[in-house]
Nanobody
Framework: QVQVVESGGGLVQPGGSLRLSCAASGSGFSINNMHWYRQAQGKERQLVASITRSGGTNVVDSVKGRFTISRDNAKNTTYLQMNGLLREDTAVYYC???????????????WGQGTQVTVSS
């Protein structure tokens, strides 16, 4: 069984910073790509940033230059450093982890429960 847990959300003023963490736990698998999504109230869930196992990254244009995704493979953890936060960044942020099982390799993807980020003065 794989568990994915996000943390680090909260209330921050416009222009402020937050660092989100997403940790995957369990056994019998290796982690491939890791992603951050966000879902604002009344809107669809949207991809924000992705990182491959080797560290290749991609962020969407709306957060480019403000958000940075990184990971620590030894800790099965990905981070989203968010700087220069705007009111429109307010959303629930979700982590999606792609894993491959060690025995009889199969691909699975697991979502975390989400962490609320609110940007407000």
């Amino acid at each position: 069984q794989v568990q994915v847990v996000e943390s680090g959300g909260g209330l921050v003023q416009p222009g402020g910073s937050l660092r989100l963490s997403c940790a995957a736990s369990g056994s019998g698998f290796s982690i491939n790509n890791m992603h951050w999504y966000r879902q604002a109230q009344g809107k669809e869930r949207q991809l924000v940033a992705s990182i491959t196992r080797s560290g290749g990254t991609n962020v969407v244009d709306s957060v480019k230059g403000r958000f940075t995704i990184s990971r620590d493979n030894a800790k099965n953890t990905t981070y989203l450093q968010m700087n220069g936060l705007l009111r429109e960044d307010t959303a629930v942020y979700y982590c999606l982890v792609e894993i491959v099982t060690t025995i009889k390799p199969r691909w699975f993807a697991y979502w975390g429960q989400g962490t609320q980020v609110t940007v407000s003065s």
